[in-house]
């Protein structure tokens, strides 16, 4: 299961990692986030040596839900050398995700 981080953790797990990051900002009360969870955790075991996915509060990460505009749950954002390379907002399918981040490895 793709570990939750806090703003705290997000320079050195995310921006500072040296392998892209898929950060899943997610709230809990969000019905298609709950759906999405075991995608994510799928795709965690099966890039585990070629990307990162991380889980972010939106209820109790406002700074990172300022600072990376996000507007719904789900947000998926992937991030390479500290950057954003490619984003996607709402629901996605497993296939967009693979899609999205075979791009980016």
């Given amino acids: 299961m793709p570990a939750r981080i806090s703003n705290a953790e997000f320079d ?11 950060a ?11 759906r999405m969870s075991p995608i994510l955790s799928q795709l965690e075991a099966e890039y ?9 509060n939106t209820n109790f990460e406002k700074e990172l839900v300022e600072k990376y505009s996000i507007l719904a749950a789900p947000t998926l954002i992937l991030f390479k050398n500290g950057e954003e390379v490619s984003r996607i907002r709402g629901a996605a399918k497993k296939d967009d995700i693979i899609t999205l981040i075979d791009q980016t490895i």
């Fill in 12 to 22: 050195s797990e995310v921006l500072g990692s040296e392998l892209p990051v898929l």
């Fill in 24 to 34: 899943d900002f997610y709230s809990d009360s969000c019905i298609p986030c709950k």
């Fill in 48 to 56: 585990a040596d070629k990307i990162k996915i991380v889980k972010i």
